[in-house]
């Protein structure tokens, strides 16, 4: 596994007692170790890749990408595991472009299965 050096806690929200959202707070937490076809990020619109599983290819540390968080905290942690058949952005893309890239196209995809063809168009 490849990892950049200084990434190993990060803040997640949790629960330390039973209750509603009242008890739930950011927990100092080690980062999640990426499986063999996993790669660890730092969150933000556009993932910044930390470490890379060792069956990953065409993706490095410092790559930045965009994906489905695969773990429970998410995009709501400081650092999450993405597939590492992710996508890095292209060059010159701002991160908040980036950011908007997953969300659009399950959002197209789930539209168009959801709304039945126009008459005589194809499907």
Do not use: N, W
């Amino acid at each position: 596994m490849t990892k950049e050096p200084g990434s190993e806690h990060s803040t997640a929200p949790g629960y330390r007692a039973f209750g509603g959202a009242d008890v739930q707070e950011l927990i100092d937490r080690p980062d999640p170790a990426p499986g063999p076809a996993e790669v660890l990020i730092r969150v933000a619109a556009a993932g910044t890749v930390l470490a890379v599983g060792a069956h990953v290819t065409g993706l490095s540390v410092g790559d930045r990408i965009t994906g489905f968080a695969l773990t429970g905290a998410g995009s709501y942690a400081g650092t999450t595991l993405l597939l590492g058949t992710s996508t890095a952005t292209p060059p010159g893309t701002s991160p908040t472009g980036s950011g908007h890239t997953p969300r659009t196209g399950s959002t197209a995809s789930s539209t168009s299965s959801a709304v039945p063809p126009c008459a005589g168009s194809p499907r």
